[in-house]
């Protein structure tokens, strides 16, 4: 499938979905990212018995109200773990293919599919381009020949392509502007994703737990786990029906050359768009049917290359920030972070 690029294996896969392992000599090995949590929760416990101490020594009767209160926040913050680790634990188990039936990579864990989602998209882009380049290429040196005639010293120049390069090579410019911010912006999703599941699991989820056990610290500590809930059960769930769509219809449009290249094997692969383009321009030269036929082709390839790259990053950043701000709510007090669509 990848000319351009590598199928990738996403640090979730590697080093989170391993699960419980049990070894005779060293006993059960847990995933580095639950000893962290657990040691964060060990900590916060210590450190409200260490207060409720203080404050039992003091006989400091508020200081002893809110410890209870924190004690209780401590048991939920430990529910929420529990919760989580169950949670994490099917979303690694679960297959591609008992959430989206037919998915490309059916056999592998949503973290797998939905990464390589992104970059297929970006590899089908890079192919559109590679084959728009092509034409580029053979429009650009039609355009540019010129003719002499100089009988006697007396003649002229002519470039009698130049109009027509000048109405189709400012859509093909445009289409590798937008086809390149595709690449980056589904390659980008693609490392988010992959930081995201394995950072805020191992580094952040952590530190949330310990905020979130404490009162004037609860608010950012829910946010966090709201985030970390969001990289791990949403955003994986919303990559893969976006882009599965955009990536089978650039599919689609690619096999279609494929296949005509497959019905022409004696046809060198460099030199056969070179020779097709040049029949429709020496066929239909002075009509607009060739530009019509271009339209046909390229455009709707470009319009889904947009959605892919620009519509669907938006849409799927937008349901993922406000539902990490109702999350919060829940899972402590709120900060607002949808201030952050402003920015997008």
Avoid at 70 to 92: D, P, R, S
């Amino acid at each position: 499938m990848y000319i351009f690029l590598h199928e990738f294996k996403p640090m979730m896969d590697e080093v989170v979905c391993t699960g419980i392992s049990f070894n005779p000599y060293t006993g059960v090995a847990f995933p580095g990212w639950i000893g962290a949590c657990a040691a964060a929760i060990l900590a916060s416990g210590a450190l409200i018995a260490l207060i409720y101490l203080i404050g039992a020594i003091f006989q400091s009767q508020p200081l002893l109200a809110n410890m209870k209160i924190e004690v209780y926040e401590l048991v939920v913050t430990v529910a929420i773990f529990l919760v989580l680790l169950m949670l994490i634990g099917g979303m690694c188990s679960v297959k591609s293919e008992m959430v989206f039936p037919g998915d490309t990579w059916g056999q592998k864990s949503i973290y797998y599919s939905a990464t390589n989602h992104l970059f297929s998209f970006a590899e089908y882009t890079l192919q559109t381009m590679f084959v728009q380049y092509k034409i580029y290429t053979f429009i650009d040196y039609l355009t540019s020949t010129e003719i002499s005639a100089v009988p006697m010293g007396i003649g002229a120049n002519m470039r009698p392509l130049a109009g027509l390069g000048g109405a189709v090579k400012p859509v093909l410019n445009n289409a590798f502007t937008v086809e390149t911010i595709a690449v980056v912006t589904a390659e980008a999703q693609a490392y988010v994703l992959d930081y995201g599941t394995y950072a805020f699991l191992y580094y952040f989820l952590p530190f949330g737990l310990v905020l979130r056990c404490f009162t004037y610290t609860r608010p950012l500590g829910g946010t966090i786990i709201a985030l970390t809930c969001v990289f791990l059960f949403i955003y994986p769930l919303l990559v893969i029906p976006c882009y599965d769509i955009a990536e089978t219809q650039l599919k689609n449009r690619l096999d279609f050359i494929t296949r005509f290249f497959a019905s022409n094997p004696d046809s060198n692969p460099l030199i056969t768009p070179f020779s097709l383009l040049f029949s429709y321009f020496t066929k239909w030269f002075w009509s607009p049917d060739l530009l019509m036929l271009y339209a046909l082709i390229a455009m709707p390839s470009i319009a889904i290359i947009f959605i892919g790259g620009v519509f669907m990053p938006l849409f799927i950043t937008l349901v993922a920030i406000t539902t990490a701000r109702y999350l919060s709510k829940s899972m402590g007090e709120e900060i607002d972070i949808t201030n952050l669509t402003r920015m997008i």
